[in-house]
C-alpha cells in the first residue's frame, strides 16, 4: 500500500512539474484591435518607468559612494533600471509603433510630416531608453522625459 502510495505522489509531481513548465507567460498586450488599453494610460506608464529609472540611478550613485557599498542593492537598484528601460521599449514598440502609428504615404505632405515627427520621437525614445540602460547619466532621463512630453503633445494634440 505504502509504494502505490508512493507511486502516487510522485506521479502527480511529475504531472503537476509538466503543467508548470509548459505554462507560457502572458504578453502585456496582444495585437488584436481590443480598444482595452488607452494611449494616454501607456503614456502615463512611461512616465512613471521614467521617474523610477531616475530614482533607480540615483540610489546607484548614493550606494556606490559609501565606503563599503552594498553591491547586492546596487545590483537590485540596476536591474530595476533595466526593467523599466526595457517597458518603455516594449510600450514605443509594441503598442505604439507596432499599432497606434500607422503609415502616411508620402503623397499627404501634412499627415507624412506628423508621421514621420511621431516615428523620429519614438526613436529617440527607444535611443535614450537604451542609453538609461548602460549608464546613470540623469542627462539621458531628463531627454526621455522631453522626448515623451513632445510625443504626447504630437499624438495626442495636447
Not at 28 to 37: F, L
Not at 67 to 72: A, M, R, W
Not at 111 to 130: N, R
Amino acid at each position: 500500500m505504502r509504494a502505490d502510495s508512493t507511486r502516487l505522489m510522485i506521479g502527480m509531481t511529475v504531472a503537476l512539474a509538466g503543467v508548470l513548465l509548459a505554462t507560457v507567460p502572458a504578453s502585456s498586450h496582444c495585437e488584436i484591435p481590443c480598444g482595452i488599453y488607452g494611449d494616454q494610460m501607456r503614456i502615463a506608464l512611461m512616465q512613471e518607468d521614467i521617474a523610477t529609472i531616475e530614482k533607480s540611478m540615483k540610489q546607484i550613485m548614493e550606494l556606490s559612494k559609501q565606503t563599503k557599498p552594498n553591491h547586492n542593492q546596487i545590483v537590485r537598484w540596476v536591474e530595476n533600471k533595466e526593467h523599466h528601460a526595457d517597458k518603455i521599449r516594449e510600450v514605443v514598440t509594441q503598442y505604439f509603433m507596432t499599432q497606434r502609428v500607422t503609415p502616411v504615404q508620402q503623397k499627404d505632405s501634412a499627415g507624412h510630416g506628423v508621421y514621420v515627427q511621431k516615428l523620429t520621437l519614438l526613436h529617440e525614445m527607444l535611443f535614450y531608453a537604451m542609453k538609461c540602460k548602460q549608464t546613470t547619466d540623469l542627462a539621458h532621463v531628463e531627454q526621455l522625459k522631453k522626448l515623451v512630453d513632445a510625443f504626447s503633445k504630437a499624438y495626442l494634440g495636447h
